[in-house]
């Protein structure tokens, strides 16, 4: 029902930026939360940030408040994870997420969500 395709991933200095988007095809999308996760090797998977259907409550992992916004246009079928202030321990595969209901409320595990993309990399050198 729903695909997702993750991009902007990439090598970056500590205190750089990235975008990362993620793209959508299927009509539910702009009908779930969304929800990004990221990675790290050796690590499990991690809850990073999230957004509700409307794009008008969020949510984010303490470790990253203030530096990541995640922003929605579902006119379009995108979700846009700006990334400011990088550290070395942002760098992971990084996975955007739709949730299994539709109009659900925002969760952060990773069972709630039902759609996954392939992930992008990101890395963050100091």
């Known amino acids: 029902q729903v695909q997702l395709v993750e991009s902007g991933g990439g090598l970056v200095q500590a205190g750089g930026s990235l975008r990362l988007s993620c793209a959508a095809s299927?009509?539910?999308?702009?009908?779930?939360?969304v929800a990004w996760f990221r990675q790290a090797p050796g690590k499990e998977r991690e809850f990073v940030a999230a957004?509700?259907?409307?794009?008008?409550?969020?949510s984010y992992v303490d470790s990253v408040k203030g530096r990541f916004t995640l922003s929605r246009d579902n006119a379009k079928n995108t979700v846009t994870l700006q990334m400011n202030s990088l550290k070395p321990e942002d760098t992971a595969v990084y996975y955007c997420a739709a949730h299994r209901l539709f109009l659900g409320t925002i969760k952060e595990v990773a069972d709630e969500y039902a759609y996954w993309g392939q992930g992008t990399q990101v890395t963050v050198s100091s």
């Open positions: 957004i509700s259907s409307s794009g008008g409550s969020t």
């Open positions: 299927g009509r539910t999308f702009s009908s779930r939360v």
